[in-house]
């Protein structure tokens, strides 16, 4: 059975046998709300330190239970947990869906499906540009987050009633947002827009970090190949060393860091002490080799194998006339539509158009017929913009 503590409404489970109980009703519905608690900032790995899952019942969302699960207790198997993810007949409805993700993935090998994420849904049925949760508890559940708890140390036992309260929000009040949105995605013909958002979150590579790939997250202005070369090499050993040892990466050396040793070079572990940025405990030890092994590899990289510089929108030729018409294009859009501007284009995507480039995400998909097919009708001089009123709208020309 499922613990009651401190009182008799939150119940926090302790043992296998009582999250499988759980998750046995969960089979049995249509969705589960799920939301997590972790810590990050002393590790690389998110550490899950409490899962809260909730219901629908029989007398509305509001009526169903609603659980706390340990998984710091000992003994407990999240397996339970796990093999509900799996199952296609219910689905797991979550809030700014992707650090959970990355947990489920990580620990458990396996990714909720189907998923509902009330961020995004709540971006397409016009809530703004990643609507917060407590927006949309007040908007659609008429009811407040107590945010008082929200920064306390998770990983600390036992938890406070205060902290269980918070935790037990989380997934009590998405029951009601989430059908809320469910029913105007249904209404507006949109719920294959959503479907089409979650396709990244359901990738198991979105949650997969390649120390090789590390370098392309640090920003720099030096296009050097032989700069670029080493900054991968250097950017590798610390994402693999931060791996290995489950530490954050900055905690090994941060990026200014490592973009002075991608600079001035350094070949033998004395020249690190000639190094501004670098803290004393990289200067020695198995970091401080691996760095002087790194610019090694990056000095004697072929020059064919020099990794290409990241496009930046500061390398595109843009034609500025054209990315302002563009913008102006997208409000209107998204004015019309209800939907977040963001969520259509991105600024970087008006640039690459503005550029001439095709190979961008706005003229895929449902964004296409919202806006990528007239922004490229409004390149190619087809369509104007023309002002009716309050309101922007593309005609033809």
């Given at each position: 059975?499922?613990?009651?503590?401190?009182?008799?409404?939150?119940?926090?489970?302790?043992?296998?046998?009582?999250?499988?109980?759980?998750?046995?009703?969960?089979?049995?519905?249509?969705?589960?709300?799920?939301?997590?608690e972790f810590l990050r900032e002393r590790t690389y790995y998110a550490q899950l330190c409490l899962l809260q899952m909730a219901l629908p019942g029989p007398d509305g969302p509001e009526s169903g239970p609603a659980v706390l699960v340990d998984p710091l207790a000992q003994g407990l198997s999240l397996a339970p947990f796990y093999a509900l993810l799996?199952?296609?007949?219910?689905?797991?409805?979550?809030?700014?869906?992707?650090?959970?993700?990355?947990?489920?993935?990580?620990?458990?090998?396996?990714?909720?499906?189907?998923?509902?994420?009330?961020?995004?849904?709540?971006?397409?049925?016009?809530?703004?540009?990643?609507?917060?949760?407590?927006?949309?508890?007040?908007?659609l559940a008429r009811g407040q987050i107590d945010k008082s708890s929200r920064f306390t140390d998770w990983s600390r036992r036992p938890l406070t009633e205060a902290q269980m309260n918070y935790a037990l929000a989380d997934v009590t009040h998405l029951r009601v947002v989430y059908e809320k949105l469910a029913a105007q995605l249904q209404q507006s013909?949109?719920?294959?827009?959503?479907?089409?958002?979650?396709?990244?979150?359901?990738?198991?590579?979105?949650?997969?970090?390649?120390?090789?790939?590390?370098?392309?997250?640090?920003?720099?202005?030096?296009?050097?190949?032989?700069?670029?070369?080493?900054?991968?090499?250097?950017?590798?050993?610390?994402?693999?060393?931060?791996?290995?040892?489950?530490?954050?990466?900055?905690?090994?050396?941060?990026?200014?860091?490592?973009?002075?040793?991608?600079?001035?070079?350094?070949?033998?572990?004395?020249?690190?002490?000639?190094?501004?940025?670098?803290?004393?405990?990289?200067?020695?030890?198995?970091?401080?080799?691996?760095?002087?092994?790194?610019?090694?590899?990056?000095?004697?990289?072929?020059?064919?194998?020099?990794?290409?510089?990241?496009?930046?929108?500061?390398?595109?030729?843009?034609?500025?006339?054209?990315?302002?018409?563009?913008?102006?294009?997208?409000?209107?859009?998204?004015?019309?539509?209800?939907?977040?501007?963001?969520?259509?284009?991105?600024?970087?995507?008006?640039?690459?158009?503005?550029?001439?480039?095709?190979?961008?995400?706005?003229?895929?998909?449902?964004?296409?017929?919202?806006?990528?097919?007239?922004?490229?009708?409004?390149?190619?001089?087809?369509?104007?913009?023309?002002?009716?009123?309050?309101?922007?709208?593309?005609?033809?020309?």
């Open positions: 059975m499922a613990n009651s503590r401190p009182t008799p409404q939150i119940q926090l489970i302790t043992t296998t046998e009582a999250l499988a109980e759980f998750c046995a009703k969960a089979h049995d519905a249509p969705y589960v709300t799920v939301d997590t799996r199952d296609e007949s219910t689905v797991k409805v979550l809030h700014a869906a992707r650090q959970d993700l990355e947990i489920f993935c990580i620990e458990g090998q396996v990714l909720p499906t189907p998923l509902f994420d009330t961020q995004i849904a709540a971006m397409v049925c016009g809530f703004g540009d990643q609507v917060g949760y407590e927006t949309l508890v007040r908007k013909g949109r719920a294959g827009w959503v479907i089409e958002e979650l396709a990244v979150l359901a990738d198991p590579n979105t949650y997969i970090t390649r120390p090789e790939e590390a370098w392309k997250r640090i920003k720099t202005r030096n296009d050097s190949g032989r700069f670029l070369a080493i900054l991968r090499e250097l950017a590798a050993f610390r994402e693999a060393y931060a791996q290995r040892r489950n530490v954050p990466r900055n905690r090994v050396f941060k990026d200014d860091a490592l973009i002075e040793l991608a600079s001035v070079k350094p070949r033998q572990l004395d020249d690190l002490g000639r190094t501004r940025l670098l803290q004393r405990e990289a200067r020695k030890g198995e970091i401080a080799q691996g760095i002087v092994e790194a610019v090694a590899a990056g000095l004697d990289c072929e020059p064919e194998c020099f990794p290409a510089p990241q496009n930046g929108r500061e390398n595109l030729q843009v034609n500025p006339a054209l990315a302002d018409l563009l913008r102006v294009l997208l409000k209107a859009k998204s004015d019309q539509t209800g939907v977040a501007a963001k969520l259509i284009a991105s600024s970087a995507d008006l640039d690459a158009l503005a550029a001439g480039l095709r190979d961008v995400p706005a003229l895929t998909g449902w964004r296409a017929s919202v806006f990528g097919d007239d922004a490229l009708r409004l390149c190619d001089g087809k369509v104007g913009l023309a002002v009716k009123g309050e309101r922007v709208e593309a005609i033809a020309l």
